[in-house]
């Protein structure tokens, strides 16, 4: 069974920066699709960035392009989500996601972390 810990989160004031982590056991970054979603008071959970099985492929919502880098550490296991220029409407709860296919439905969710960014 996969499990992803999520940490990084705090507050941060509008324009600062965190890197979120994501450590998994039970299985291997090297052969899973990997995901970070938010989810803020009131909306649904949204994708965020993600990165194929290759590692060679990258998404990222139109919201974050510029300023969120989303890479891996293969060796230590561990997804991260630079995140850069914060803004207020960056605040959510974030969750690290994996799959072992790029084309079904992430099947592995870690517990989430929290994101304040002040203004």
């Known amino acids: 069974q996969v499990q992803l810990v999520e940490s990084g989160g705090g507050l941060v004031q509008a324009g600062g920066s965190l890197r979120l982590s994501c450590a998994a056991s039970g299985g291997t970054f090297s052969t899973y699709r990997a995901g970070w979603f938010r989810q803020a008071p009131g909306k649904e959970r949204a994708l965020v960035a993600q990165i194929r099985r290759s590692g060679s492929t990258t998404y990222y919502a139109d919201s974050v392009k510029g300023r969120f880098t989303i890479s891996r550490d293969i060796a230590k296991n561990t997804v991260y989500l630079q995140m850069n220029n914060l803004k207020p409407e960056d605040t959510a709860v974030y969750y690290c996601?994996?799959?072992?296919?790029?084309?079904?439905?992430?099947?592995?969710w870690g517990q989430g972390t929290q994101v304040t960014v002040s203004s």
């Open positions: 996601a994996a799959s072992e296919n790029d084309y079904v439905a992430y099947k592995y």
